[in-house]
């Protein structure tokens, strides 16, 4: 069985940057999209992007676009997303979620890992 | 500002059946397939329909999906207090080139 496991809860400061990894176990990864969502408190559902270890390559969300970093390490089963200039705003949990190619939707989450925003 | 409309709640008695309406447009529901997430408290979103109707392995056959034009809804029939949680409608937007989700629903069980 897939699981997903995500890093421990950040607290950052307005204008730095956070690195959310997200270990895949089981299961071969290098198949995966990988993509991540968002949740700010108390708000909904938000996609940020996509990543595709076996083509290295990432698509993001318009309103990420240049904040974002996706990227994996494949030796490790290990997706990263990055998040610069860090804002209150982007208080939120972030997950990673594994896009299941025959079902076409996200089948497997990690837990979450909240990064905190605040001076 | 989610593109795919969802109501804030629903609720209903045990056993009773609950319809969660998606309302979206020709760029996404109208022409991609529908997926519902739900997330129970303190939970990570869990897959509850796929392709519009297609419930994955482990999925009661009391959650059922479809969709009409550019909406779509989820129904729980007998519905079950460990059903109390947020449900989202989610679909690929071709405009914007992402995959939304839909403003969520609290489902309550009375």
Same mark, same amino acid.
């Given at each position: ?9 950040? +607290?950052?400061?307005? $204008? ?39 083509? !290295? ?8 676009? $240049? ?5 994996? !390490?494949?030796?490790?089963?290990? =997706? ?11 208080? =939120?949990?972030?997950?990673? =979620? ?16 909240? +990064?905190?925003?605040?001076? | ?9 629903? &609720? ?17 529901? /109208? &022409?991609?397939?529908? *997926? ?20 994955? @392995? /482990?999925?009661? *056959?009391?959650? @059922? ?16 207090s460990e059903d109390e949680g947020d449900y989202y409608c989610a679909a690929w *937007? *071709? ?16």
């Open positions: 069985q897939v699981q997903l496991v995500q890093s421990g809860a950040e +607290v950052k400061k307005p $204008g730095s940057s956070v690195k959310v990894s997200c270990k895949a176990s089981g299961g071969t990864f290098s198949t995966y999209t990988i993509s991540w969502v968002r949740q700010a408190p108390g708000q909904g559902l938000e996609w940020m992007g996509s990543f595709i270890p076996l083509l !290295d390559i990432a698509k993001y969300a318009q309103k990420f676009q $240049g904040r974002v970093t996706l990227t994996a !390490d494949k030796s490790t089963s290990t =997706a990263y997303m990055e998040l610069s200039s860090l804002r209150s705003e982007d208080t =939120a949990v972030y997950s990673c =979620a594994r896009h299941d190619t025959g079902m076409d939707a996200f089948d497997i989450w990690g837990p979450g890992t909240m +990064v905190t925003v605040s001076s | 500002q989610s593109v795919l409309t969802q109501p804030p709640s629903a &609720s209903g008695t045990p056993g009773q059946r609950v319809t969660i309406s998606c309302s979206g447009s020709s760029s996404n529901i /109208g &022409s991609n397939a529908v *997926d519902w997430y739900q997330q129970l408290p303190g939970t990570a979103p869990k897959l509850l329909i796929f392709g519009n109707n297609q419930r994955p @392995s /482990g999925v009661p *056959d009391r959650f @059922s999906g479809s969709k009409s034009g550019t909406s779509a809804s989820l129904a729980i029939s007998g519905l079950q *937007d *071709d405009s914007l080139n992402a995959y939304v989700f839909g403003t969520g629903t609290k489902v309550t069980v009375l």
